[in-house]
């Protein structure tokens, strides 16, 4: 994410000036900047000159085709997410231009709700792709440097890293595994990023948050007609990510009757859309993330035993943060890198006691857990450092410090319930984990602190950020999850820098 928000700028090219000049229209009146070009020779030169971050790219077109001009656009412009508009019925053109790296593409007729919602997924990709690329090339942290992102000098890292560097260049099948927010999500991109596909799409499926009766349409696509609701043919993540990398995590978390498909796929190289019998070749190279205890799993025959050694050629384990703890100040001190990067928060430093609390608390909830805390902390922060004050009280009680604090005071009673509690809920996120009543008291004790300025404001974004985060930036589900319109959610995502 780019530390001033500018307008994310939109490159239209198509030769039918009607649906040019439709889109700019739609696009203008929503906080985007539209270029155009009416041919895809014409498109070239206008995407070396403005660097879009999009480009809707029409694929017939007098002179150069579409899906040539796609290839010339990711010499040009790499960053650049393309979505090719293609006439409807034309699914040879869409592999085609999966294959050659296009965002996602979209059937001609279209509606705006649909160029809108892939425009804006297209967007957060691209924004998460200029984090990575800055986290790449910014001083500081040097494992940073190396590693795009993932902190780690102990041992048990290095090993990790070690063996990403040894399995990303070939085709194996990988397995990543280890405690939730350890981390594995971005160990499977940093495989994907490292490997020979690397210019290749690139799709992570989480099996846990797609329903049971939809997961094998998403997967392997389905014809129109095939099921109630398959009002028109679907093209699955399978064929779209034909000849590059496709993520499975919480795999888990998958049927069994969707396990043999998966099986089938990665032993022949074959799927079968839903409703077809038609048998189609794919040459996916596949990644995969659970913190299930699969051998439990096979043993119970709940897992196809088949499967997981199949999938399990080569095994990432994830240490919990636990067993590294000499990995926290880095990654402490990358967590407030990053919150004042994005200007969330201006902290450069922890204390030497605070510090000495977080080294004795021990992170169930892992790296995720840490940079939550940090986050908390540092908004509470009043000076540039994180003092013991500022840390959240689970912290503070899970490692015995002194809760008596007197701009925070905690009734004995209630400190006692909140220790059990945190024996209770240990793994889990406390303010969400708590009952109601708890979470609420604490919350408003604080709103009535002197730290209480802009606790509703904090509440709100974190939770925003949280929906964000689970539905991998898609703003149409976190806003069903909110419970807020689209609009809203947008109008709160530039308010509070969360874009
Ligand atoms: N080594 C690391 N260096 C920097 N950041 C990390 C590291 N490991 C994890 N993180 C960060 O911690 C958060 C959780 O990581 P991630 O989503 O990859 O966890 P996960 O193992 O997939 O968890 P879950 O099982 O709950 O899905 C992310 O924000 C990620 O960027
Ligand atoms: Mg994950």
Not at 172 to 181: D, Q, Y
Not at 400 to 416: C, L, R, V
Request: net charge negative; with cysteine; aromatic share 6%.
């Amino acid at each position: 994410m780019s530390a001033a928000p500018s307008k994310p700028k939109i490159l239209v090219i198509d030769d039918d000036d009607d649906l040019r000049y439709s889109l700019k229209r739609v696009f203008s009146g929503r906080q985007y900047e539209v270029v155009e070009a009416n041919s895809a020779e014409k498109g070239l030169e206008v995407a070396e000159k403005e660097k879009p971050d999009v480009i809707l790219l029409d694929n017939r077109m007098e002179g150069m085709s579409g899906i040539e001009a796609l290839q010339h656009l990711r010499g040009i412009n790499p960053n650049a997410m393309i979505i090719l508009m293609t006439a409807y019925g034309t699914t040879q053109t869409t592999i085609e231009a999966m294959k050659f790296g296009a965002f996602d593409y979209i059937m001609k007729p279209f509606d705006l709700k649909k160029i809108l919602s892939i425009t804006e997924a297209a967007l957060a990709t691209s924004s998460d792709l200029d984090r990575a690329n800055k986290d790449e090339s910014s001083g500081g942290i040097s494992q940073e440097d190396v590693d795009g992102g993932i902190i780690g000098s102990s041992a048990a890292m290095q090993d990790v890293f070690k063996m990403i560097g040894q399995v990303a260049a070939s085709e194996v099948t990988v397995m990543i595994t280890g405690e939730s927010g350890t981390g594995k999500e971005l160990i499977a991109r940093s495989i994907f990023q490292n490997s020979l596909r690397s210019q290749k799409p690139y799709i992570a499926v989480n099996c846990a948050a797609i329903p049971e009766n939809l997961i094998e349409s998403e997967l392997f696509g389905h014809e129109k007609g095939s099921f109630t609701g398959a009002t028109s043919q679907r093209i699955g993540k399978f064929e779209l990510c034909d000849g590059g990398t496709i993520f499975l995590d919480e795999i888990g978390d998958m049927a069994l009757t969707t396990q043999t498909k998966i099986l089938r796929a990665l032993q022949e190289g074959e799927i079968q859309r839903v409703g077809s019998s038609e048998t189609i070749k794919v040459d996916v190279r596949m990644l995969a993330a659970t913190n299930k205890p699969l051998e439990e799993m096979v043993e119970e025959k709940t897992f196809r035993e088949d499967l997981y050694y199949r999938l399990n050629v080569v095994r990432i384990q994830l240490p919990p943060l636990r067993e590294r703890m000499e990995d926290v100040p880095l990654l402490i001190d990358f967590a407030l890198k990053r919150l004042k990067q994005d200007r969330k928060a201006h902290v450069s430093a922890v204390s030497p006691e605070a510090l000495a609390s977080l080294m004795k608390y021990t992170w169930p909830g892992n790296v995720r857990e840490l940079e939550n805390i940090i986050y908390r902390s540092a908004v509470m922060a009043q000076s540039d450092t994180i003092l013991m004050k500022d840390l959240p009280r689970e912290i503070l009680s899970a490692v015995g410090a002194d809760m008596s604090s007197p701009k925070m005071p905690t009734p004995k009673k209630e400190a006692a319930k909140e220790a059990e509690l945190e024996s209770k809920t240990a793994g889990e996120e406390v303010l969400l984990g708590a009952p109601e009543e708890n979470a609420f008291d604490g919350a408003y004790r604080l709103l009535r602190s002197e730290q209480g300025n802009n606790i509703l404001e904090h509440a709100e974004r974190e939770l925003i950020r949280r929906a964000l985060e689970e539905v991998g930036g898609k703003q149409v589900k976190a806003a069903e999850i909110l419970g807020m319109t689209r609009s809203t959610l947008r109008k709160r995502i530039d308010q509070y820098d969360l874009g």
